[in-house]
């Protein structure tokens, strides 16, 4: 948005006066790409009302699937994936120009060597001043990519090979948001705390960079996302104990309790690893809020192993946990050696009974707040108040605590 705004764009309220419409995209499940699609579908009638609209599919989509989204719907002009979008103006301009179909995508992980494939995913990041839609909070991304190639996922294919910011740049990058304003900063990468710089000769790992943004004046709230459970290390916990603005919030996703189901996927640890590492986070950090994803219905999960997944939510006090039905990604190893063979009934049964599992650990979880004084970072109205047009002294405001609950008031 800020490369787009330093262009000259401007957004609008509705498409019907955008002569620009592009659609940011994630390729995570099917479910999203469909609703591109159809999106994309009912976007025809306005290229045949006004043919000067450009259209465009940005992001992993775009990388996915590419020509395919040119023939599936023509009036598209534009698609870019996530390792060009800092060509995105340029290739607007282009369209709008009349040059025709406009194709930007980065190498297939196997189409060169790993420098090449890297260099192929440059980082917009380079670019883009520090200026956020919001003031106080803002995303600031440490790496870019993914190495691990979990079977069922589709990130390391779009996203491309692991590459860390260096730590100067994060620094700046910070020094400067929070010199606009900004009071939250929230460090993003697949795998951030995996985290690791050697560009200025000695290694930046995660919790040396929490050290070196901690003392930014008038920041007050550092978080990072996504944890992978094997790289908790102890200097990173013992960071986050350590350093008053980093906030007491660990989103460590286990995927599964199943042992089975986890060496499938290829995490490389089991459930036993797992829970032991959630020993150390509440040993190290009492008061940590922890989260999880998960994923139900993964190629030959039994019965049995849900049970083990559902047994894992009951006992770890996660703060909430994210619940995905597995949907197959082409490309991906799992897509390629084992039959989606849960149907889709037993996968919804599996997320429901998951959803409340940990609902009730939710439940007992908010109780427990119940008569706290907590810190809110006010992010806006709350829902009922945007609904009900509430205005002034008397609107219902949403924020949210340093350990990342929602609180409405
Ligand atoms: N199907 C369902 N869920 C998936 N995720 C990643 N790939 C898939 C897939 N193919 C989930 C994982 C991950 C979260 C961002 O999305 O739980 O942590
Ligand atoms: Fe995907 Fe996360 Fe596994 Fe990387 S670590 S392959 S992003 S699930």
Known sequence: VATLEDAGFQRVDSR???????????????????????????????KEHRPGTVIGVIGCMAQKDRQRIFRQAPHVDL???????????????????????????????????RAEVAGSFTRLDFNVPARRPSGAQAMVRAMFGCDNFCTYCIVPSVRGP????????????TRRLADAGCIEVTLLGQTVNSYVDRSGGATVRLSDLLYRIHDID???????????PKHMTDDLLAAVRDLDRVCPYLHVPAQSGSDAVLRRMKRGYTAAFYRDMLRRI??????AAVTSDFIVGFCGETDADFEQTLDLVRHSRFK?????????????????????????????????????AQNAVSLEDNLRQVGRQVEVLVEGPSKS???QGQEGDR???VGRTTCDRIVVF
């Open 282 to 287: 509440r040993e190290t950090i009492p008061n």
């Open 385 to 387: 108040a945007r609904k």
């Open 320 to 356: 909430n946990s994210f619940i995905f039905k597995y949907s197959t990604r082409p490309g991906t190893k799992a897509a390629e050696l084992y039959a989606d063979d849960v149907s889709e009934a037993v996968k919804r049964r599996r997320n429901n009974e998951l959803l409340a």
């Open 79 to 113: 698609v870019v994936g996530p390792g060009q979008l800092s060509r995105l103006v340029e290739l607007i301009e282009r369209a709008k120009a009349g040059d025709g179909p406009q194709l930007a995508i980065s190498l297939d992980r196997h189409a060169g060597t």
């Open 16 to 46: 019907r006066s955008a002569d620009v419409i592009l659609f940011n995209t994630c390729s995570v499940r099917q479910h999203a790409e469909d609703k591109v699609y159809s999106a994309l579908g009912r976007l025809k009638h306005v």
């Open 162 to 173: 692991e590459q860390c910011r260096p730590a100067d740049e994060i620094v700046t990058e």
């Open 218 to 228: 008038g920041l007050q709230r550092i978080r990072f996302v996504t944890n992978y």
């Open 395 to 397: 609107q219902e405001l």
